[in-house]
């Protein structure tokens, strides 16, 4: 057992040192010096002649700035036996603005362009090169300028490798590259669902933050995403000067729609004024700069474009610190935590990228930033459909308000008319019965008069107090009955004030008071289903239309009764809230023989 263990592990070794000789025969780093030079004015055959006395190992954390230029002297004596079993080998020197290789050409020094600025959408940062081709028979010589950031050159990386790694780098990709294109792929797709629903907000509502954050996001998009597009690349190339001009420009234009959409998003002139006053000098800074900056570029005055990069990251981060930490101190409502906790995300990932130099981070807090801010718009809309229906409603109350104003006046017309009548007719204690239950249906309306609903059980009580008064009006000749459903909790549920009462009176005055032979009843019932309570007028009187026939003879032609036009208003009101439904339904009721006996109508009044 322990012998077949120990062939085992034995064997495992042995395939582990197979793979890392294969690795290394395939592809390794290459060992290097650097000189630094600030003109140049150096020849390649002065380099190679003097190299022993001009090139150092490179010293920890040497910077490279816009306009300093590096001779390279990459050393393949460690690696010359594994040069010999292959052909051909590459080179990658990766991405720097200026690059020229020097090779042994024959008898001559021969040298080809590399650089990212200077072959455009060529640009591959490799050179394919021959073991004879190396000068000296171990050297090869660089030259190159890092114009578009400052740089650590100390730690840069120069790798050869094999034609069939290059086979597998052209036709494969890695675990690594997958995930960056898999995030910017992802970016594409949340932003072009974002901009396309921002943009629909837009053109229903027009509201400018809607249209800024969709350019904002639209900045984004084509900072980070054109790459992905092989249509760019083949036309521009994805390391080229057109695409760093582009990279500034989207970048601070950028900066501009995400300020202005901060501006308008949190209503800075009304709740953060001295926000307000920081946004218009910052707005003032990055035009001038986008403006100054691209002529910079243009003329391709490097050095100076760096220090305006200095210049804009000093001032925006400034800008972006005492922003936050003014809004924290100053927070007017949770719109703020959007634009906080959205901005840190992306900031968080500037950050990892300055320490890491991996894109991948900037990309993921620029998406979290923009799904962030899009659920800041969404929960703004909420906030403003949500004040939009609180003014409807206050708006709903007030005209109901007016609407049972005129109704008071309607209501005590009738009533004095018929005290009137009793006065008329001497018959003083009637009179006197009908002045109690007046000041007493009077009293509970004007106590009730502020509220926008009673209770059932309240509104049953002043039916019943106005049905008396009728029935003294009108000498007793009718009676009636009120139900109400034997689980119905008539002291919760709450309706409109006195919005049944108009029904009733029309029940009485046009349906029994026309009836001559046969007793005179009116039942008034009370049900709930889920969403609604239920009332029912019925009458046994002589129907809608035997009484719109005697109406039009004894009254002015297209007469309506006031107190069912301004209840059908109300009833119209309630429906035009949020989420309820207010109606009614008028039935004509008929006899065995098809004669009219009475009406029934079933009023359905949502419930609270």
Known sequence: MKSNLTYLIYALCLLYGSISYAQQTEEFQIPFKLLKISQDTLKVDYIIDNAPALFSCPKKDLK??????????????????????????????????????YYQNQNAIGSTILGSFETGNKFTGEFSFTQEQLIDSKYLYLKVEKLNVKYNISNHTFVCYSETVQYYKQNYISGFHFKSKALTHFFLGVSLIIIIIALTIYFINRKKEY????????CMTVYFGRFVFESYTNTFGGFSFTTFFLNNFFEILSNIFYILFVKYYLNTR????????GIHFAIVFLTALLLLDSIVLLMQNFSLHAFLLDIRAFIITAFVVLSIVYLLFHLKH????????????????SVMVFLTGYAYYIKTGALIEIIIFGLGLGYKIKLEQDEKFRL??????????????????HFI??????????????DTPAALKYLSKFSQLMRSTLENSIEKNVTLAEEIKLLQTYIDLESLRFDGNFYYEIQVEKHLNTHLLEVPLLIIQPFVENAILHGLMYKKDGEKKLTISFSENASHIIATIEDNGIGRKTSKALQEKSAKPGKISRGMELTQKRIEIIKTQPEKAGSYVIEDLTDNSGKPSGTRVIVKIPKN
């Open 64 to 101: 490279s700035t816009p306009g300093d230029i590096f001779w390279v002297q990459l050393d393949f004596s460690e690696h010359l036996n594994v040069l010999s079993q292959k052909e051909r080998w590459y080179v990658y020197i990766e991405y720097f603005n200026k690059a020229k290789v």
């Open 211 to 218: 249209l800024l954050y969709v350019l904002y996001v639209t």
């Open 270 to 277: 009304e709740f953060y004024p001295k926000l307000n006053t």
């Open 334 to 349: 949770k719109l703020t935590y959007f634009i906080i906790f959205g901005s840190f995300f992306y900031s968080a990932g």
């Open 392 to 409: 409807q409603e206050e708006s709903i109350n007030n005209y109901i308000k007016a609407l049972r104003a005129q109704m008071n006046p």
């Open 413 to 426: 017309f009738n009533s004095l008319s018929s005290i009137q009548h009793l006065v008329l007719k001497s």
